[in-house]
């Protein structure tokens, strides 16, 4: 990660404590921050930036009075050149009493507010929370009033360790991929006790050991919330499973998982199950297990699975979930619509796979679906789901480009690109938003630099129809040469002959075409 400095006071000192994979390649931090952001001949553009800190002393800010100056330039630079930004918040030092009002303060809150809403319509720009920081770690550890007066160096080395471990976390959560679904084991992992011998005795309530699973539930309820498929690998008897699910105070319930294999099976051969009844790659799970033995016998024998280390202190078992299970494999910056109905789609999917089990052949196992899609075009208010959709698919994805939301948006209102956006219904659920497609087109050409789908929707042959509906759209608009583009990964190996079986001719190791009429 190449950070790139940006400030009205001295915040070198950031470099000292940034990890080994992240360093500080440029600064403009005294003042003149604006002249960098505007000047296309200056180290920030033409240096390689992935992040951009920006931390404005308060103070200054106050004399200056250059807000909106600094989210104009801003807002230039990110509309230029493709990498995030850091905008914080800021803080008053020394304390003013200018009245019994306390104008400071009201500055500092009504800058502060002006920020996060800068922040919340530009996807590029991101807060760092300087006055969060000050205040979980305390002004007096945070604040150097020394050096302040000797120097304007206003924040101790503790403050920026804070501010480091900040802007590495929400960095690695906006470019991880995250995981998808979250396998759970049942006894003394969402509820105390063993639920075939204790009954309606395991621990779940409002009060002490029961306490803490009822805390952990309500956080497993809400990753759930927010688009995480859960499923239960559990060995138990599938009702003593249920009646735990059912217990009073349970706030997980047998609704909210997409699968759940309580028996006593191996944890092994039910997790393989798991993932081909979703159509996911074991890659994409975590599991949570309380037992050693099981968890070593998911990880020796499936390593793409994840499986953390489960706390030997139960009083730390919710810090220990927050921090290294959501922190570090299921967080998100935002949720769109068809995060919150993950769980219900992806068990439509399992009766998809049931029935297709028993159909007579997959032409028929696919019309009994009454599969029916929508596709549209530039459509402004599907900028959001195309850019996620961008982020997260990695098997039927032909070329991986990522796109953030700026830039889909660019593309929608260019006079030279179309942006396809797939809609997908059938018997059992409506899917929404599944798959998208970015266009160029130069005169009577057009080059295919994006066509993706959702992995839950492949096998019905709607990626086929998906690209008719381009090509014949195409043609109707006056293009006759039509190029695909594919660029191989680990992960999406299924489509790379896709556009060969689609009728387009190989022409070099990257590109397909296809050409109507005599040209």
Not at 133 to 160: A, M, R, V
Not at 280 to 304: A, C, K, M, N, Y
Not at 333 to 358: A, G
Not at 476 to 491: D, H, M, P
Request: proline fraction near 2%; aromatic fraction near 10%.
């Amino acid at each position: 990660m190449n950070i790139y400095l940006l400030g009205n006071t001295n915040i070198d000192s950031i470099k000292y404590y940034l990890p080994q994979d992240a360093k500080v390649i440029g600064s403009n931090i005294y003042g003149n921050y604006l002249i960098d952001l505007i000047d296309e001949s200056s180290n920030l553009y033409k240096l390689d930036v992935d992040l951009v800190v920006f931390l404005i002393d308060g103070d200054e800010l106050k004399k200056t009075n250059d807000l909106e100056n600094i989210f104009n330039g801003v807002e230039s630079f990110l509309g230029k050149k493709k990498c995030l930004l850091f905008l914080a918040t800021i803080s008053i030092n020394p304390p003013y009493i200018d009245t019994f009002l306390n104008i400071s303060n009201k500055f500092e809150f009504n800058t502060n507010s002006k920020i996060l809403n800068f922040c919340e319509i530009n996807p590029s720009a991101f807060v760092l929370d300087i006055h969060k920081i000050i205040k979980s770690t305390g002004s007096k550890k945070c604040l150097d009033n020394k050096f302040w007066y000797l120097g304007k160096i206003k924040y101790t080395p503790l403050f920026f360790r804070e501010v480091v471990k900040e802007i590495v976390s929400v960095f690695h959560t906006i470019n991880k991929t995250n995981k998808k679904v979250l396998v759970l084991d049942l006894d003394n992992t969402i509820w105390g006790g063993i639920v075939g011998e204790d009954g309606d005795n395991i621990q779940i309530s409002n009060e002490g050991t029961g306490k803490i699973y009822s805390e952990i539930q309500q956080n497993i309820k809400y990753v759930k919330d927010t688009g995480v498929l859960l499923a239960i690998n559990s060995k138990n008897n599938y009702n003593d499973a249920i009646r735990g699910l059912n217990h009073k105070n349970s706030i997980l319930n047998k609704d909210d998982f997409v699968a759940i294999k309580a028996n006593w099976n191996s944890k092994v051969e039910n997790m393989i199950e798991i993932a081909n009844e979703l159509n996911l790659g074991l890659d994409s799970f975590v599991f949570l297990d309380d037992s050693h033995f099981e968890r070593e016998i998911v990880r020796v024998s499936l390593p793409e699975v994840v499986v953390p280390d489960f706390p030997q202190d139960l009083d730390l078992y919710n810090n220990w979930f927050v921090s290294d299970v959501v922190g570090k494999h299921f967080s998100k910056i935002s949720i769109v619509s068809e995060d919150l109905n993950k769980t219900e789609q992806y068990r439509s999917n399992i009766k998809r796979s049931k029935l297709k089990s028993s159909s007579i052949d997959i032409d028929s196992f696919i019309r009994s679906l009454e599969i029916n899609i929508n596709v549209s075009t530039n459509k402004v208010d599907h900028a959001e789901r195309i850019s996620q959709l961008t982020q997260k698919t990695n098997q039927f994805n032909l070329t991986t480009n990522r796109f953030n939301i700026k830039e889909i948006n660019d593309f929608i209102l260019s006079s030279s690109c179309m942006v396809y956006s797939l809609e997908y219904r059938d018997k059992y659920n409506k899917e929404g938003i599944v798959g998208a497609s970015i266009v160029n087109i130069d005169n009577n050409v057009a080059v295919i630099e994006l066509f993706l789908l959702s992995c839950r929707i492949l096998g019905r042959g709607v990626e086929n129809e998906f690209l008719d509906v381009i090509c014949n759209n195409l043609l109707s608009a006056g293009v006759n040469v039509i190029i695909g583009k594919f660029y191989q990964t680990e992960k999406n190996c299924i489509v790379k002959n896709f556009y060969k079986n689609s009728g387009f001719i190989k022409k070099d190791i990257h590109t397909y075409r296809r050409v109507y009429g005599n040209k």
